[in-house]
């Protein structure tokens, strides 16, 4: 459900790809959120998708990481709770560490970016812990890679539609909000 309310905004395309030159060509490649992340961060490695990432952020196209997708950015993982694996390599595109603890955190944050309201939800058992990068909803943004361990942050129009028109300016996009379109909320 994380990607819902993008999906439902009038102008963008959303699609789910197992196709690493779909990441390339894409004006924003999004990670949601998974209950199995060190399972899941294998699968994008034996796709190759773990590279066209790295490629992407290489070159500054725009990722986002939600959740569990925040945490594969992450440069190491420590998980001897979901997977039991213990301690992994993740893809190393944002600066932090994740570890797993057996308390499973639910939390409803909110807060604002740009001066617009945000709201979510949090239901995890990773905690990722940034070293540096600019904050962004509970998570971090370096350049154009994010992260958030928010869910829901999308939901909230003024802030989808302003984060949308600052991203379509980033990667030379002409979107532009429909302005009477209905909100998300009103949509579902």
Not at 19 to 33: E, F, K, T, Y
């Amino acid at each position: 459900t994380d990607l819902d309310a993008l999906a439902a905004e009038p102008g963008l395309d959303v699609f789910v790809t197992a196709g690493p030159s779909d990441i390339a060509s894409a004006d924003l490649v999004v990670l949601p959120g998974s209950r199995s992340t060190v399972a899941d961060l294998g699968w994008l490695r034996r796709l190759g998708l773990a590279e066209a990432l790295s490629r992407r952020a290489e070159a500054g196209g725009p990722i986002l990481g939600i959740c569990g997708g925040y945490q594969m950015l992450a440069e190491t993982i420590h998980d001897p709770v979901e997977s039991a694996s213990g301690t992994e390599r993740g893809l190393g595109l944002l600066p932090a560490r994740v570890r797993f603890t057996a308390e499973k955190v639910l939390a409803q944050p909110a807060g604002s970016w740009r001066g617009h309201p945000v709201s979510g939800y949090e239901i995890h058992h990773g905690v990722v812990e940034p070293t540096a990068g600019d904050p962004f909803l509970d998570g971090i943004r370096v350049g154009n890679t994010w992260g958030t361990i928010w869910h829901g942050a999308f939901e909230n129009d003024g802030f989808r539609r302003a984060w949308l028109t600052e991203l379509a300016a980033t990667v030379g996009s002409s979107w532009q909000p429909v302005p009477d379109a209905p909100g998300f909320a009103q949509r579902r």
